[in-house]
Nanobody, 125 residues
Framework: LVQLVESGGGTVQSGGSLRLSCVVS???????MGWFRRAPGKEREGVAQ???????TYVDIVKGRFTMSQDNAKNTLFLQMNNLTPEDTAPYYC????????????????????WGQGTQVNVLS
């Protein structure tokens, strides 16, 4: 069990930028990390997620605009969001799931995942 605390949300104009942070209570390098969002009336969407090889995959709609990174020394995950649009409006959640096995495989963000409380992002048109 790990605790996650997000921050950095807010209200910006379309085309603006925000940087979200997520502080992890444990050693972040032991986890596969991800950012998710759930806009009103929509399904939860994986925005960015760690892959087995340590790379990051992004949902198509944010590619080229969002960048996920982490600072292992500070056990902190970031999501830099540029060129925001009103369609990006949602609460954003970070999630962590323990790496599995000798090679650190990343399982799905299911029952074993821990979630933060969310930080709201509002983008005005």
């Amino acid at each position: 069990l790990v605790q996650l605390v997000e921050s950095g949300g807010g209200t910006v104009q379309s085309g603006g930028s925000l940087r979200l942070s997520c502080v992890v209570s444990g050693y972040i390098d032991r986890y596969c990390m991800g950012w998710f969002r759930r806009a009103p009336g929509k399904e939860r969407e994986g925005v960015a997620q760690t892959e087995d090889d340590g790379s990051t995959t992004y949902v198509d709609i944010v590619k080229g605009r969002f960048t996920m990174s982490q600072d292992n020394a500070k056990n902190t995950l970031f999501l830099q969001m540029n060129n925001l649009t009103p369609e990006d409006t949602a609460p954003y959640y970070c999630a962590a799931v323990p790496k599995v096995g000798r090679y650190g495989v990343c399982p799905a963000f299911g029952a074993n995942a821990d979630w933060g409380q969310g930080t709201q992002v509002n983008v005005l048109s």
